[in-house]
């Protein structure tokens, strides 16, 4: 085995821990969560007999309680549906104890209180950043036989794309945000003397979603708790 390979292999093998973190926290994602909260809300349809106007929600129009949760704009009739467990959340956090003032009596209370609990919700919206202050070879430069070294002020990742590692680079002309990709050879090749650092940058990231995860849990399992006489079917068919 070549020098160079040997080499390039040990790097990979150290950068390893990030890529592994990436897979580790990649089911950790807010459509699962909310998907989750939505099917608490679902399971107890129907909310009331006749539909009734309740509120106006900022983003989406107004919103409408009958058998489920609708959104009326000025163009429509009777609106649509809320089937987007996105969207069901954000009509809840704005709109859920005005909501829970029109569901049937007998369960205002449940729907108030899972509005309540909804609202603890903490999305895995993180970001993580680590100042560097380091040269990196340009990846422009690395395949023409003249490679520039550029230094690099931060590198950063977000949980919305953990498998993407962004570097704020400044040439001495200009500074940008290059992107790169963990698992890929160039990255290895551009990061090979900060490593450490990303690796860093990846278990910091993890540490905070599995916080999050832990709160959102206890959540969700007091969610299950109020709604579990209701018999709810997991897996709805939307």
């Not at 550029?150 to 290059?178: F, K, N």
Request: charged share 35%.
């Amino acid at each position: 085995m070549g020098d160079l390979l040997r080499k390039y292999i040990e790097e990979k093998n150290r950068l390893m821990e990030s890529e592994n973190i990436v897979s580790e926290i990649a089911e950790i994602r807010n459509d699962k969560l909310l998907s989750m909260v939505f099917d608490m809300f679902y399971s107890l349809r129907p909310l009331r007999r006749k539909r009734v106007e309740v509120c106006e929600h900022p983003e989406y129009g107004v919103i409408v309680v009958g058998k489920w949760i609708r959104v009326k704009n000025t163009w429509h009739t009777y609106g649509y549906l809320v089937h987007d467990p996105d969207e069901l959340y954000r009509v809840i956090v704005s709109c859920g104890d005005k909501i829970a003032d029109h569901v049937s009596k007998a369960k205002s209370e449940i729907f108030r209180e899972l509005v309540s609990l909804a609202r603890k919700i903490k999305l895995y919206d993180v970001t993580v950043e680590r100042k560097i202050n380091a040269p990196i070879p340009s990846k422009q430069t690395l395949y023409d036989g003249k490679i520039k070294y550029y230094m690099c002020d931060r590198i950063r990742v977000y949980s919305s794309s953990p498998s993407y590692l962004y570097a704020d680079i400044c040439d001495g002309r200009e500074c940008y945000t290059d992107m790169f990709c963990v698992d890929n050879a160039t990255t290895v090749i551009v990061f090979e003397d900060i490593i450490d650092d990303v690796n860093e940058l990846y278990r910091e990231l993890k540490e905070k979603i599995y916080r999050l995860k832990a709160e959102n849990d206890k959540v969700i399992s007091k969610m299950k708790e109020l709604v579990a006489a209701y018999s709810i079917v997991w897996g709805r068919k939307r």
